[in-house]
Structures are given as structure tokens and as C-alpha cells.
T-cell receptor, first 112, second 117 residues
Framework: GESVGLHLPTLSVQEGDNSIINCAYS??????FIWYKQESGKGPQFIID?????DKRQGQRVTVLLNKTVKHLSLQIAATQPGDSAVYFC???????????FGTGTRLQVTL | NAGVMQNPRHLVRRRGQEARLRCSPM?????VYWYRQLPEEGLKFMVY????????ESGMPKERFSAEFPKEGPSILRIQQVVRGDSAAYFC???????????????FGPGTRLTVT
């Protein structure tokens, strides 16, 4: 069935280094892919999205890459800060649907 | 500019009681979604509503769960005769509407953490 999954459940990164969080998806027809950040006890916070007809999109300190050939999505965070510590979810919107399908999440731990 | 509001933030119910979770979307948003999250897991879609209409309830359990989004007031997720397995965080999200379908940008509230004892 359709699924969005992540390769690494936990990622530890030193402060100042770059972080890369990966996600694999299975529905090649999805038209949007979104990254969310969820801090403990809070709701998911929208970070960045990318449309299926793009392969790269940049935001403030974040970049999302989409590789449709291998159905892979990644989130790059530059100069990772302690405030980036959270669980990161990728999500996809299947075609003709309004709901989002979420992956299981990657916990990012920033060490000093 | 207030974000998505949910209340209560924490709710404790005994088995067999009813739980009512409320969600007020962001100003200007006409589409509401409910998701459930178990500990250490991703969010699972439950239901998508517009004002006075249920558009997609494919993620809702067939029994005991219902949702509404009346013309006036917040969206309500209602769970009757709660069981321990209903314990989870329930998140509401809202999005603005486009001409043909809602935007993919969904903004989430802080969630309601339901504990069934």
C-alpha cells in the first residue's frame, strides 16, 4: 500500500554542522511533499514544501531535495542549532486527495 | 493573527465516557482536518471537513467516532464510550481553500492529549 517512510529514526549532529534527514515515499503520483518539525508536546510546524515538478527548493537555512527517480526526499538544515532539535516528518499529498500521508519521523538531536 | 486553536490541551476520561475535542481553524481557513498520533509514531489522517460537510472520513473508525464542523463555532471530534486504545494525541489542522481544492499547506494546532484510564 501507500507509505512514506524514513531511513533513520534518530540523527545526532553537532551544533554548527549540516543535517540531512531522508525520506522514502511510494506514491509516485503525489503532487506535493512537505516537511514538518514537531517539538515535544507541540503540534507539527510547517517547514518547507516542494511540488512534484521541482527537484530542489530552498528556504531559510533549509533545502528540500526531491529525487523522483528513486522516490526519495531529503531535508537539509545548514548550521544546525540546538533549537533545531525535534522530530521531523515528511508528508505527501496523494493525487486527488486533500489529506496528508505522514512518515514515522526522524528525531534530530543537536549536541554541543 | 491567531493560529489553530484546540481545547482542551489535556483530557482524561474513564473507560466508557465520552470525549469531545474542539478545534478552531485559523482565520480565513475553511478546511479542517483531524489526525491522530500515537507515541513515537507519525500522524494518521482521520477526517477532512468543510463547513457543514464531511468531505473525507476514510480514516475514521466506523464506530464511536464522529466529527462535525458547523456553520458557526469550532469543529468537534467526538469519541463515545472511550477505550484505553483511544489514548493518543489528536491534532487538528486547517488550510485555506482554493477554487477547486484546498491548499496542501496545512497548519496544525497544539493538539489534545487524551488519556483513557
Amino acid at each position: 500500500g501507500e507509505s512514506v517512510g524514513l531511513h533513520l529514526p534518530t540523527l545526532s549532529v553537532q551544533e554548527g554542522d549540516n543535517s540531512i534527514i531522508n525520506c522514502a515515499y511510494s506514491n509516485s503520483a503525489s503532487d506535493y511533499f512537505i516537511w514538518y518539525k514537531q517539538e515535544s508536546g507541540k503540534g507539527p510546524q510547517f517547514i518547507i514544501d516542494i511540488r512534484s515538478n521541482m527537484d530542489k527548493r530552498q528556504g531559510q537555512r533549509v533545502t528540500v531535495l526531491l529525487n523522483k527517480t528513486v522516490k526519495h526526499l531529503s531535508l537539509q538544515i545548514a548550521a544546525t542549532q540546538p533549537g533545531d532539535s525535534a522530530v521531523y516528518f515528511c508528508a505527501e499529498r496523494p493525487p486527488l486527495a486533500s489529506k496528508l500521508t505522514f512518515g514515522t519521523g526522524t528525531r534530530l538531536q543537536v549536541t554541543l | 493573527n491567531a493560529g489553530v486553536m484546540q481545547n482542551p490541551r489535556h483530557l482524561v476520561r474513564r473507560r466508557g465516557q465520552e470525549a469531545r475535542l474542539r478545534c478552531s481553524p485559523m482565520k480565513g481557513h475553511s478546511h479542517v482536518y483531524w489526525y491522530r498520533q500515537l507515541p513515537e509514531e507519525g500522524l494518521k489522517f482521520m477526517v477532512y471537513l468543510q463547513k457543514e460537510n464531511i468531505i473525507d472520513e476514510s480514516g475514521m473508525p466506523k464506530e464511536r467516532f464522529s466529527a462535525e464542523f458547523p456553520k458557526e463555532g469550532p469543529s468537534i471530534l467526538r469519541i463515545q464510550q472511550v477505550v484505553r486504545g483511544d489514548s493518543a494525541a489528536y491534532f487538528c489542522a486547517s488550510s485555506p481553500g482554493l477554487r477547486t481544492r484546498p491548499s496542501h499547506e496545512q497548519y496544525f494546532g497544539p493538539g489534545t492529549r487524551l488519556t483513557v484510564t
